[in-house]
């Protein structure tokens, strides 16, 4: 099979991790006989840096006309630091989004045998765990109108949702729970906000249609609060996009490490892959990055975008087997350990599949 693939590599170690993705993809493609073409494009502070804008037309077009695409991570010092920047490169992952029609951001969780450790959390709380978050993506306080009045002294940012929204997403939350354990919660804070309550209504209209899913209603502080108690409890759980953001972040620590967790964006004209974790600046340049999590997001990109079951499942393979043997690089080393480079993990990965 061909396939091709936009390649947007981003800032900081984006970079970094997305070629050791590449060279992994390549060598599944190789040994399964594939094809793939890889087309890079600019997003985020190298773009804007290049051309003015963080999601150029010409990024969109490459996105368009691809299979699939994979993506690294955006985000620089020199904006995050100005609060008056006119333009930011979070500006096109937005954009992007809403451009593509990526509505659904797909973020499993889940422990590995070889690192349950290394969670800050105790084993006997987090055994087991394999939930997935679908996040909805294009609407909510992100999208929504915002501003200043009062000559500045007063700030705003609305959230909005339509029910054509909430049950595009709903209907994929349902589907997924219905291929794993029929298990779905609804997260909201409908006791307070009136989007809160819309989603509610929808899901809760929704349920007849899927009378095999077990369907709970819970506010998101609860939520929060359960995940850290926990978290095995939970199978597939649907939210609106800031309580999805934050959420799934905290529940990136209970695998021992943001650099493991993997995820898809999927809409209505491509699917994207990147790493949860963000653009690390700190990290640029210095070979240390964990590129496990996008190697990981590659997989889902074989399985999702392509229905190469047996692709992906080679490449989460050799991963475990190199977290078992520890080529990892310095954020999972056990204390007295070696530490291997980002391009060493790669090459091992490689080398081993």
């Known amino acids: 099979m061909k396939y091709t693939i936009a ?10 991790v997305i070629n050791e993705a590449v060279k992994v993809s390549d060598a599944i493609a190789k040994k399964f006989n594939h094809e793939i073409t890889w087309t890079p494009a600019l997003t985020g502070a190298c773009a804007i840096d290049a051309v003015g804008v963080p999601y150029p037309d010409e990024t969109h077009e490459i996105c368009m006309a691809a299979d699939a695409v994979l993506f690294g ?19 096109g992952l937005l954009l992007m989004r809403k451009k593509l029609g990526l509505f ?16 800050p959390l105790k084993r006997e709380r987090i055994e087991g765990t394999d939930l997935v978050f679908l ?17 500045g002294e007063t700030a705003f940012d609305n959230c909005v949702y339509t029910r054509a929204e909430v049950q595009r997403l709903a209907k994929k939350g349902f589907e997924l729970a219905m291929t794993r354990t029929k298990k779905l919660c609804c997260v909201d804070k ?17 349920e007849k249609d899927y009378p095999e899913v077990t ?27 800031l309580f999805g953001d934050i959420l799934t972040d905290e529940a990136s620590v209970i695998s021992g490490s943001m650099g493991l967790m993997p995820s898809a964006s999927v809409g209505e004209h491509t699917s994207l892959y990147e790493p949860i974790h963000g653009s690390y600046p700190q990290a640029t340049g210095l ?41 990892v690089t310095e954020d999972l080393v056990v204390k007295g350990a070696k530490a291997y480079s980002t391009s060493d993990v790669g090459d091992w990965l490689v080398a081993n599949l």
């Open 7 to 16: 390649l947007l590599a981003g800032d900081g170690i984006g970079p970094e």
């Open 73 to 91: 991570a955006i985000g620089h010092p020199k904006y995050d630091n100005d609060p008056l920047a006119p333009v930011r490169p979070e500006q």
């Open 104 to 119: 659904a951001n797909v973020r499993p969780t889940f422990t590995f045998p070889s690192l349950i450790d290394n969670s």
């Open 135 to 151: 996040r909805e993506l294009t609407g909510g306080i992100y999208f929504g109108e915002k501003g200043r009045r009062d000559g």
């Open 190 to 206: 409908a006791n307070v906000l009136e989007t809160s309550r819309l989603w509610r209504e929808t899901v809760q209209a929704m």
């Open 215 to 241: 369907v709970s209603y819970e506010f998101v502080d609860a939520v929060a609060m359960r995940l850290v108690q926990w978290p095995n409890s939970y199978d597939v759980l649907i939210t609106e996009n």
């Open 287 to 327: 070979n240390i990055a964990n590129p496990l999590a996008t190697v990981l997001s590659a997989a889902m990109m074989f399985e999702d975008a392509f229905g190469l079951k047996e692709e992906a499942e080679a490449i989460r393979a050799v991963v475990n087997k190199s977290l078992q043997q520890g080529i």
